[in-house]
């Protein structure tokens, strides 16, 4: 099996905050010095308490399963600002905040993030035409049409 799923539902079973989710799991380095990292989000805020915790126990079964036989160091984060958006379930906690959107047909919308429901989100574009009302300006773009979706930062 791949060790990088390995280590992914393992990653998983180390989670015991129901707000908390995996993202990502990454494997890195040469045989001498790997680097796993384990990328998680939540519905809500956390903190690098729950990211300890996590990499803890997690480096528990790594050892007791040797998976990784050569030496290696566990880093647990947050994906960042500069990954995009893997899951439905990390858009809400973005709503208000402006996205750039990368559909599967590569048409690209950015705009403010002004909704989510359980197969769509909504977009207010950016450098549209003013409407009177926000409500005809919004876009609704299917999850399923996605390709990627990541949040920008304005300094």
């Known amino acids: ?21 995996l993202v990502d799991v990454n494997v890195k380095g040469n045989a001498g010095h790997q680097k796993v990292l384990v990328f998680i989000d939540g519905d809500e805020s956390f903190g690098i308490d729950e990211c300890s915790a996590i ?6 079964i790594l050892e007791e399963k040797q998976w990784i ?14 990954k995009p958006l893997k899951f439905p379930r990390q858009y809400p906690k ?7 959107v990368v559909m599967k047909d590569k048409a690209k919308l950015v705009g403010r993030l002004a909704g989510v429901d359980a197969e769509n989100i909504i977009i207010i574009p950016a450098g ?7 409500k005809d300006a919004q876009v609704k773009l299917a999850f399923s049409e996605i390709e990627k979706a990541k949040v920008l930062v304005r300094l």
Do not use: W
């Open 69 to 82: 036989t050569e030496n290696y160091t566990i880093e647990v984060s947050s994906p960042g600002v500069d």
């Open 1 to 21: 099996m791949d060790i990088v799923k390995l280590i992914g539902e393992a990653a998983e079973s180390c989670i015991e905050n129901k707000n908390i989710f």
């Open 55 to 60: 990499s803890h126990r997690l480096g528990d």
């Open 128 to 134: 549209g035409k003013q409407k009177k009302n926000e």
């Open 94 to 100: 973005h709503i208000g905040r402006d996205l750039e």
